[in-house]
């Protein structure tokens, strides 16, 4: 029988994590099949553990269940360790190892897939929620010139700064609310803020995106965001969604289970043909 993955998660019937290891499985010749699993808000661990019982070898962790994997899993690589966050389960017999592929995936497709060196670049990242945490660690290893942690709320932007500086990070980020970037410019900004969900737009100053800028929204799937729309306004040079994320963090993913590390240019190509 063919091993089993899934992709758990609430809501997840529109994830396309299945669609992805479907035509990774056919190109590294690797016999699985992988799932949807819908989890109650308040029965993750246990939607988790029947898949396991019925013989799953591995999940990946979709919102709002990161948090929750961490505690979950008996041992973290260093990645899901320092973002206190787990995208990915494998389970090893009795043992149970969490990972975290979300940042190297959005690190892989800034650098790899579009073109953009983050070495020396000036780095805004939106959000201080699971999704700006799971991101920030690999960002920082990038060796930017500079990472700030943009925020409504000041106080969880300077939380999630301080953990980061406290944990050794070569190029410590710095907190700024909304307001306070306000004469500020950046080569790359980064929406981790869950706004493009609800198509909602955020509070930035003008003047954001120096020439020549990228702009990233984490979210996919869904057009022209009020992030993008917004970024295109202040000239911003590069508009990209997180659908090469999704597909690099996947790849992440299946190397952690498999072994083999799929390529990822038909995959990310056919995606965005339909």
């Known amino acids: 029988m063919a091993d089993r993955y899934a ?5 997840v019937a529109h994830s396309k994590s299945p669609d992805i290891h479907a ?27 029947a898949f396991r019982r019925a013989g799953g070898r591995g999940c990946n962790v979709t919102v709002p269940f990161k948090g929750e994997a961490f505690r979950f899993a008996g041992e973290h690589s260093e990645r899901a360790r320092v973002a206190e966050a787990v995208n990915v389960l494998r389970f090893d017999g009795d ?12 690190l892989r497709d800034i650098e790899h897939n579009l073109g953009v060196p983050l070495r020396g670049r000036r780095v805004l990242l939106l959000g201080a929620g699971g999704a700006a945490q799971g ?9 930017p010139a500079r990472v700030a942690i943009g925020n409504r709320t000041l106080e969880k932007a300077e939380r999630l700064a301080a953990r ?9 980020p710095c907190a700024r609310s909304f307001e306070a970037l306000a004469g500020e410019a950046f080569d790359v900004v980064v929406n981790a803020t869950s706004a493009s969900l609800d198509d909602a737009e955020l509070a ?13 929204d984490m979210m996919y ?5 009020p992030f993008l729309r917004a970024a295109r306004t202040e000239g911003a040079a590069l508009l990209a969604d997180g659908l090469g994320m999704l597909v690099e963090q996947a790849a992440e993913s299946f190397l952690v ?4 590390r799929p390529d990822t240019a038909n995959v990310l190509a056919s995606l965005r043909a339909s």
């Open 135 to 143: 991101v920030l660690g690999p960002l920082l290893s990038a060796g």
């Open 221 to 225: 799937g869904k057009g022209m965001t």
């Open 7 to 11: 992709v758990v998660g609430n809501p």
């Open 23 to 49: 035509m990774f499985a056919r190109e590294t010749g690797e016999d699985l099949v992988y799932e949807r699993l819908l989890a109650p808000l308040d029965r993750f661990v246990e939607t988790v553990q």
């Open 164 to 172: 980061f500086r406290q944990a050794g990070a070569a190029a410590g």
């Open 95 to 106: 043992r149970v190892f969490g990972d975290n592929s979300d940042g190297v995936g959005l």
């Open 204 to 216: 930035l100053p003008a003047g954001l995106f120096a020439p020549g800028a990228l702009a990233y």
């Open 257 to 260: 289970w498999r072994g083999v």
